[in-house]
Nanobody, 117 residues
C-alpha cells in the first residue's frame, strides 16, 4: 500500500492559481483511480476530481473548467492545477485512492488552501 503526501497549498487571492502535488511512496502505475478530495470546516469531505490510469478524468461540478487533475506515473505523483480560485474553494485538500464508495488509505494531513483577499 503506497503512502500519499499532499503539498502545494497556501494563501491566494480570488482569481489566483495554485498547483497541488500528491507524492506517493511507491509506484502509482498500477493504481486504477486516484482522486483529490477537500473538506471545509463544518462540511463533509467531497471528491473534487479523479483520474484513471488511462488518463480519464472526472470533476465535481463546481470546479469543472477551473481545475485540472493529472498524474505522472514516472514521478509517482498526482497533481491538481487550480485556476480562477474562489473563496468557496477554501478547504483542506487531500489525495487518496477511491474504492467502492470509500478510500484505500487513511487520511493524511492534507494541504490547506485559503482563497481570500
Amino acid at each position: 500500500q503506497v503512502q500519499l503526501v499532499e503539498s502545494g497549498g497556501g494563501l491566494v487571492q480570488p482569481g489566483g492559481s495554485l498547483r497541488l502535488s500528491c507524492a506517493a511512496s511507491g509506484s502509482i502505475a498500477s493504481i486504477n483511480v486516484m482522486g483529490w478530495y477537500r473538506q471545509a470546516p463544518g462540511n463533509q469531505r467531497e471528491l473534487v476530481a479523479s483520474i484513471t490510469s488511462g488518463g480519464q478524468t472526472a470533476y465535481f461540478h463546481s470546479v469543472k473548467g477551473r481545475f485540472t487533475i493529472s498524474r505522472d506515473n514516472a514521478k509517482n505523483t498526482m497533481y491538481l492545477q487550480m485556476n480562477s480560485l474562489r473563496t468557496e474553494d477554501t478547504s483542506v485538500y487531500y489525495c487518496n485512492i477511491p474504492l467502492r464508495g470509500g478510500v484505500v488509505n487513511s487520511w493524511g494531513q492534507g494541504t490547506q488552501v485559503t482563497v481570500s483577499s
